[in-house]
């Protein structure tokens, strides 16, 4: 799927005069009565829930800790169930296609995570090994990922530290590096699994305006905050609890 692009899918009603396509869009995400239980839980820490992310839009998900956000990320990225286990009910949707029978290349390539702490997602020596190690894995030519290498650092605004070492920034810098890394593989849909919460305030100034950058070039956003003042960038923010996700009206 090319950046930019709104998938759409056509249906064809057809009358006895004439033939109608109906144009409708495929949303980012579409989440449909999604039920999560933990091995060791005897509830279900997502219950009935339900969510549509639309095209270029930032959705931020607020909620107490332990309230299933992080669940939620896993889940929309695949971690569960591929790596984490547990029982799973419902349908989970990125541009109309199941979560659950897409493979792991197709996913990566669809949507992307940053975590909460940087230091765990960097491990290459240099910061251009870091951001070229996802399109590596993905067997992209080498041209390619030099290229991708410039321009994803020019977009988090870290390109003047290629050569250097990520272990020598500071925490806003390496998560933006995460972000560049993440970015690398070109995904359309990014989740910030409370990627501001240990970094200080110039760090958390930057990955807001990156987001906001990201948004203009067509990626839609999820980023999971317990700061509300973090979310003021934020097109809507809906509220995880007892399981579903609500609309915000100014409390917990």
Do not use: W
């Amino acid at each position: 799927m090319n950046d930019g692009v709104t998938l759409q899918k056509k249906s064809i009603i057809k009358t006895d005069s004439q033939t109608l396509v109906n144009d409708t869009e495929i949303n980012p995400i579409e989440i449909r009565d999604l039920y999560f239980r933990y091995p060791s839980c005897d509830t279900n820490i997502l219950h009935k829930l339900n969510l549509k992310l639309e095209t270029n839009e930032i959705l931020a998900v607020a909620g107490r800790s332990g309230c299933g956000k992080s669940t939620l990320c896993h889940i929309l990225a695949g971690i569960i169930p591929k790596t984490i286990q547990g029982k799973i009910q419902g349908q989970v949707e990125l541009f109309g296609e199941s979560v659950f029978s897409m493979k792991t290349v197709s996913l990566v390539k669809r949507v992307g995570i940053v975590f909460q702490e940087p230091d765990n997602q960097l491990f290459s020596p240099t910061i251009e090994s870091e951001v070229a190690f996802g399109p590596e894995n993905l067997c992209i030519a080498r041209e390619i990922i030099g290229d991708r290498i410039e321009e994803m650092l020019d977009l988090v605004g870290m390109k003047a530290y290629r050569y250097e070492s990520p272990h020598n920034l500071s925490g806003g810098q390496k998560q933006l590096i995460a972000l560049a890394s993440v970015l690398s593989m070109k995904p359309q849909i990014l989740l910030f699994d409370e990627a501001l919460s240990q970094i200080d305030a110039l760090g958390r100034e930057l990955i807001k305006a990156a987001m906001l950058r990201l948004k203009e070039t067509g990626k839609s956003i999820i980023m999971v905050e317990h700061d509300f003042d973090n979310m003021d960038i934020a097109d809507r923010i809906l509220v995880l609890k007892k399981g579903q996700l609500i609309t915000y009206e100014g409390a917990l």
